[in-house]
């Protein structure tokens, strides 16, 4: 069965740093993809609604990430009646105890941690 991951937008993924101009986080992307590669499905899940989610996906969907779903479960499960995501890893840079580290003067997500021990996880 695959696997689920929930993984945020906001210094994790990338860091809008204006308007329109968005940054990523060095690796997120390289190692999202190296997830769904091996079978991952991989949910959005982040605060931002409206035009901010839809900018958010349309900039990982430029570099080829597409998720699948957006701040909810992908298809119901009978035995889950909240509206909290369900997923076997979730991906934060607030998480208690996740590797972090300054990128552009925010706490970002420390993917050359992360990103390796996620992977082993998922094989």
């Given at each position: 069965?695959?696997?689920?991951?929930?993984?945020?937008?906001?210094?994790?993924?990338?860091?809008q740093?204006g308007?329109?101009?968005?940054?990523?986080?060095?690796?997120?992307?390289?190692?999202?993809?190296?997830?769904?590669?091996?079978?991952?499905?991989?949910?959005?899940?982040?605060?931002?609604?409206?035009?901010?989610?839809?900018?958010?996906?349309?900039?990982?969907?430029?570099?080829?990430?597409?998720?699948?779903?957006?701040?909810?479960?992908?298809?119901?499960?009978?035995?889950?009646?909240?509206?909290?995501?369900?997923?076997?890893?979730?991906?934060?840079?607030?998480?208690?105890?996740?590797?972090?580290?300054?990128?552009?003067?925010?706490?970002?997500?420390?993917?050359?941690?992360?990103?390796?021990?996620?992977?082993?996880?998922?094989?």
């Amino acid at each position: 069965m695959s696997k689920i991951i929930a993984v945020d937008f906001d210094e994790t993924i990338a860091v809008q740093t204006g308007l329109f101009t968005i940054r990523e986080v060095p690796k997120s992307v390289y190692w999202l993809l190296e997830y769904q590669k091996l079978g991952a499905n991989i949910i959005l899940w982040t605060n931002r609604k409206g035009p901010t989610l839809w900018l958010a996906k349309a900039w990982c969907n430029s570099l080829g990430l597409y998720f699948t779903n957006e701040n909810k479960n992908s298809w119901p499960i009978s035995w889950f009646v909240s509206d909290k995501i369900y997923a076997d890893m979730f991906i934060d840079n607030l998480a208690l105890g996740s590797p972090v580290k300054l990128f552009l003067d925010k706490l970002c997500f420390d993917w050359d941690i992360g990103g390796p021990l996620g992977f082993k996880l998922l094989q």
